[in-house]
């Protein structure tokens, strides 16, 4: 199931109890767009997130953080393709 949601920062909170545990929706905040699962209210798993400057991961999540295999595209094309920990770029 995919659900688009536009809220702002504050509200997320709220939609996640809402929401169950582990759900795969649309979910936009802060101008970005992520499309993916989350688990106890946090991006984990699979999923893309669009940045407002337009530059989209794809890979694996945990803790809300771009980590274990994905891919950024950033918006002038050049991409960077490889393992992520915490948000860090390993290669």
């Known amino acids: 199931m995919e659900i ?3 809220l702002p920062a504050y509200s997320c ?5 809402f ?9 936009a905040n802060d ?6 699962e989350f688990k106890d209210g ?14 989209k991961y794809v890979g694996e999540w945990a803790n809300d953080a771009r ?5 950024m595209t950033k918006s002038d094309g050049t991409e960077y393709t490889g ?6 770029f390993l290669g």
């Open 67 to 71: 980590h274990g295999q994905g891919t």
């Open 42 to 55: 946090r991006k984990n798993g699979q999923g893309t997130f669009t940045f407002s400057n337009g530059d």
């Open 83 to 88: 393992e992520w920990d915490n948000n860090d």
């Open 31 to 36: 101008g970005g767009v992520y499309v993916g």
């Open 13 to 17: 909170v709220c939609l996640v109890v």
């Open 4 to 6: 688009l949601i536009r």
């Open 19 to 27: 929401l169950l545990w582990k759900l795969r929706y649309t979910w």
